[in-house]
């Protein structure tokens, strides 16, 4: 493996330089023209502009080469983009000419590098002839909602403004193409790398401001392309950035302009939700300010557009923010800064109630739960990014960041184990049965332990980052050295104080116990690395990077425990409240030095890196990437007066391969194909020889044998663009696992008391696989349907047993499932009616080769349905509607049926104010139900989660035209 790296290197080395071959001496040079008024391209209509290239004295350069004109984008403008071959390098004279334009004389001086196959000569700006004779016409138009200009789409956002009181998000779902999913946006199932507003990047880390803030009258166009990157730009940033983008156009007047908005919402339930948002956009800054309260779920700066609580917490959360995002370019492009700065707050009860049932060869444990955890949260972050002495020598990016975090948290706790299922004897009123004081009969004859836990958790944590990143440029080539420094500093501090009382069942000589703990931790982490790159360019489309980095960390821990039940009036009589201390002295004497710990870890890692990129025709690309990490850990474990030393050290390759074809307007498919490969070290903690006993009934013990994980992954996609519109998309994905790490568990019949142990197992693997189609049944684009079909095809091992020799046995698990999701969307031909419907089924196959494990067909099985209706006097509707059926669980409690139904009806008077009544849940149905399947056991977790509401909100909105419009006006 030593010298893979190296023949690969050499191979791809030789490959570019039989692609690159060229006429020696000579240059084909690109130049771009464009209308000094409008930006559009000269003559991409109509063809009739020309071009010769001149020597200084006016004669024509004979080059009998390429001279061409073709349709471009750049930085989202249509332009002409010519292309020429020059003989050598030298003053030249460039002549353009149309019959509409003033013909250009343009000298230039053209110096050849090496490094740069293709000069890009300065962009023609053509004068268009003024007419004074007009003569008398009719224009009858109608107003296109898009159009494609080669591989870029361009919507009139006006067609999509269809009432009064829209905001950006609202024009963006109504056009074809365009999704959102978990916050992403997608353009014809292809994800948007990053939001722009009049092509500055400004709003990409929080789209969400820009989305559900910026009135849509205010939008011109809305242009999706994609951007490569940007060498003449000013901005540091702009120079290095590829990818597909969205650029929200702003009409003229409101370039330059001040916005925002401030709402009250008034509900059911005691429901309530305040909100105040301002921003000043500018072509060089913007600045925004929120703030919110409200007890419906939502922590976003976001508008009020959607139903926030589809995705809210539990139904008693209370949040409470504020802060500020900002951006800023220096005119001149000396500097960059943006940043922001977020307070929240926040107080919250969950309810977790969770049955587990445990697979052993002698009969099935159950295991069953409920927490009440009753939260507070104060938190500040703060994090900048400086791009200082930009287009100088001494250019560099400085970016710093804070956060503070303080917490509190009190919890209620119940366990019990039992030996038969005591929800089928019980039904639903187990929930019940294992808060009871006296325990019911099914639990005293079935039951093997009832654990009640009380705690008092109160939490710190500060954190502060530095970065520091300098980029060299190789004189004017595309060649560049970076070098960057990057430090972090956390510290955690942490006490709990609990009441541990456990009861038996089935253990007559097993006494009942009382446990009164304190436990001190912190946790002190400085990391830092370093990492030096050199950028080469070999020629157009090929490139190769190399890197040298360092990473050290430093962690100091101390985790102190104390049973203050051995001390005078603390025992099981006690009623001192939780978080009462005694004096330090009897604190000290009561140390649980058997439990508590301290460690000092030091771990270093030095990688060499090495990645070949290149592209060829007709869209072809590829990426190697070689490197080799050396890790070296080691740990001083400090533990009842013994010290262990430990130390693992891993030198291993990796490699990442990626070999693509992208889609285009004449590319109708493409592909891609990617493979990885790595390894890592287990936890030292894992692997030092302890054992922690302060939980009554579960207890953790290290394993110096474990071993070093070994994770292969290769995925694959083809792509099927048969229309601009229409997409097929089949992938797959391979996970596997040689060595992963699992938590083996020691079951203890007599008491219900679970032993801990991380263990490798065998292996682990899944495969993904995928079929999603996407297309528009009319030429209006009015009418689409998307499909998904996947599937998971999965199997793991691990270890679990009621004694040694069932405990050291490996089980499996295999689980497959299937899923297929059916959608058709609709929207009307003036954009004012929309509705989709999409069904859905998945269905669950679990199997185990241990005795005990009952296997399990399962199916979920429902329907989404949402409609949108725009009616006169800007009045809108709107609903959803999903349902979720389950079936085939042991849990009767998981074999349901639920109903979601959100309803919301908008006023809007004129652009300032909106009213709106939302419902929320109407059917009072909305549960949060998970499931899992692991080889030890299966697991149903419920929570309690935000339900049934109305709400009345109130919205002012402001905005202000620039002062330029303005002075226009007057």
Request: aromatic share 12%; with cysteine.
């Amino acid at each position: 493996m030593k010298h893979l790296s190296f023949i690969i290197t050499l191979l791809l080395l030789m490959l570019s330089a039989n692609l690159l071959g060229q006429k020696p001496g000579q240059k084909l040079a690109i130049g771009y023209a464009i209308d000094d008024a409008t930006n559009l391209g000269v003559g991409i209509t109509d063809s009739l502009l020309t071009f010769k290239l001149l020597y200084p004295d006016s004669s024509v350069v004979d080059t009998r080469a390429i001279v061409n004109f073709k349709d471009w984008t750049l930085h989202g403008i249509r332009t002409t983009k010519f292309y020429v071959v020059l003989p050598k390098e030298g003053k030249y004279i460039l002549y353009l000419a149309h019959p509409e334009y003033e013909t250009v004389y343009r000298p230039i001086n053209v110096k050849f590098h090496p490094k740069i196959l293709n000069p890009e000569l300065d962009t023609v700006r053509m004068r268009r002839i003024m007419k004074t004779d007009m003569k008398e016409v009719t224009v009858k138009a109608t107003k296109l909602k898009f159009y494609f200009r080669k591989d870029t789409i361009v919507y009139n956002a006006d067609v999509f403004m269809t009432q009064d009181g829209f905001m950006l998000d609202d024009i963006l779902k109504k056009m074809p193409g365009l999704t959102f999913k978990n916050g992403e946006i997608f353009s014809n199932g292809r994800k948007i790398d990053a939001l722009l507003l009049n092509g500055k990047d400004f709003f990409n880390k929080d789209r969400r401001t820009l989305l559900n803030n910026l009135p849509a009258y205010m939008v011109k166009n809305v242009v999706v392309y994609d951007k490569s990157k940007d060498p003449q730009s000013k901005y540091e940033r702009e120079r290095n950035f590829e990818g597909l983008v969205m650029d929200i156009k702003l009409k003229r007047e409101y370039n330059q302009s001040t916005l925002g908005n401030m709402g009250i919402g008034v509900g059911t339930d005691r429901r309530y939700m305040g909100r105040a948002f301002g921003m000043k956009m500018h072509d060089l800054y913007r600045i925004s300010a929120f703030a919110g309260s409200n007890n419906v779920g939502s922590n976003e700066q976001g508008g009020y557009n959607d139903f926030v609580s589809n995705t809210a917490g539990s139904d008693e959360k209370k949040n409470h923010f504020g802060g500020i995002n900002y951006n800023v370019d220096e005119k001149e492009g000396k500097f960059s800064a943006n940043g922001n700065l977020r307070i929240q707050g926040e107080k919250e009860q969950t309810i977790n109630q969770e049955s587990k049932e445990l697979f052993f060869k002698e009969g099935n444990v159950f295991n069953y739960t409920s927490k009440d955890n009753k939260t507070r949260n104060f938190a500040v972050h703060s994090w900048h990014n400086f791009t200082l002495l930009q287009n100088t020598p001494w250019s560099f990016t400085l970016t710093p960041s804070f956060a503070y975090t303080k917490s509190k948290l009190r919890s209620e706790d119940y366990q019990v184990s039992a030996n038969r299922n005591i929800s089928e004897l019980l039904g639903t009123h187990w929930k019940d049965s294992i808060f009871t004081p006296h325990s019911c009969t099914a639990l005293q004859r079935y039951g093997t332990s009832r654990m009640q836990t009380h705690s008092l958790r109160p939490y710190d944590e500060n954190r502060q980052e530095l970065k520091l990143q300098k980029r060299i440029r190789i004189g004017k080539t595309a060649e560049f050295a970076e070098i960057s420094a990057y430090s972090y500093h956390n510290r955690q501090s942490s006490e709990a104080s609990i009441l541990y009382n456990v009861q038996y069942y089935n253990n007559a000589t097993q006494l009942p116990e009382h446990k009164r703990q304190y436990q001190d931790t912190y946790t002190d982490n400085w990391h830092w690395n370093a990492e030096a790159g050199y950028h080469m360019f070999a020629g157009s489309g090929h490139s190769f990077d190399y890197s040298l980095k360092y990473v050290g960390d430093r962690t100091e821990s101390n985790d102190s425990y104390y049973n203050l039940d051995e001390l005078d009036g603390w025992g099981p009589a006690s009623v001192l409240p939780l978080g009462t201390l005694p004096s330090e002295t009897e604190l000290a004497a009561v140390m649980d030095k058997g439990n508590s710990k301290f460690y000092i870890q030091h771990e270093h890692t030095y990688t060499a890196e090495a990645t070949y990129n290149t592209s060829f025709k007709n869209g072809f690309g590829l990426t190697a990437t070689i490197a080799y990490d050396i890790r070296d850990r080691m740990m001083d474990y400090y533990q009842a007066e013994n010290v262990s030393k430990t130390r693992k050290t891993l030198g291993t390759p990796r490699f990442h391969l990626t070999h693509n074809r992208q889609t285009g307007n004449k590319e109708k498919w493409g592909y891609n194909i990617i493979y990885k490969m790595e390894s890592r070290l287990p936890s030292l903690l894992y692997m030092v020889e302890q054992r922690n006993d302060a939980n009554i009934l579960s207890v953790f013990q290290g394993n110096p044998n474990l071993k070093n994980v070994n994770i292969h992954q290769i995925s694959g996609g083809l792509t099927w663009k048969p229309k601009p519109m229409g997409t097929h998309n089949l992938g797959v994905i391979h996970y596997y696992q040689r060595n992963p790490i699992s938590m083996a568990s020691l079951y203890e019949k007599e008491t219900g008391r679970f032993t801990l142990t991380p263990m490798n197992v065998g292996f682990s693997r899944t495969t993904i696989p995928s079929l999603t189609t996407s297309v528009y049944l009319d030429k209006e684009y009015r009418n689409s349907i998307t499909n998904r079909l996947s599937a998971t095809l999965s199997e793991s091992l691990g270890f679990s047993g009621t004694d040694m020799e069932e405990y050291t046995q490996e089980f499996s698990l295999r689980h497959s499932q299937l899923s297929e999701q059916f959608s058709y969307n609709f929207m009307s031909r003036n954009t004012k009616y929309r509705a989709s419907a999409s069904p859905f089924v998945t269905w669950m196959r679990s199997r185990s080769d241990r005795l005990g494990a009952s296997g399990i067909d399962a199916w979920h099985f429902g329907m989404q349905l949402t409609a949108q209706t725009e009616l006169p006097w800007s009045v809108r509707l709107n609903t959803e509607v999903s349902s979720i059926s389950r079936r085939g669980y042991a849990d009767k409690d998981m074999n349901d049926n639920e109903i979601t139904w959100n309803l919301s009806a908008t006023k809007a008077f004129k652009e300032k104010f909106t009213l709106k009544l939302e419902g929320y849940d109407l059917l009072n149905q909305r549960k949060n139900v998970k499931y899992a399947v692991t080889p030890q056991g299966r697991t149903v977790t419920v929570r309690n989660v935000l339900r049934r509401y109305a709400m009345v909100h109130f919205v002012w909105k402001f905005s202000t035209k620039s002062q330029q419009q303005k002075a226009n006006s007057q």
